[in-house]
């Protein structure tokens, strides 16, 4: 299977979309049905402010992973 990528971030202060409620409840999910899944965490904000080269690159390497 291509798998799922799954990119979080670590701020105590994201009210938008922790990802303690909002991606690891979905990521064990996935993993308990067999998805292979990528899981990277980010320390930046919602928007990934200052992140956003390094969230690139790894979605990036993922997709050259996945299609070759």
């Known amino acids: 299977s291509a ?3 799954a ?6 202060d ?14 064990k999910k996935l993993t308990g ?9 980010l320390n930046s904000n ?7 080269m390094a969230l690139t690159k790894v979605i990036g390497e993922w997709l050259e992973s996945v299609l070759s």
């Open 14 to 27: 994201d009210k938008i979309a922790p990802p303690d409620l909002m991606l690891k409840p979905l990521v």
């Open 33 to 41: 049905a067999g998805a292979s899944i990528k899981d990277v965490e």
């Open 7 to 12: 990119s979080e971030n670590k701020t105590p």
């Open 3 to 5: 798998g799922f990528f």
């Open 46 to 52: 919602h928007s990934f402010v200052g992140q956003r």
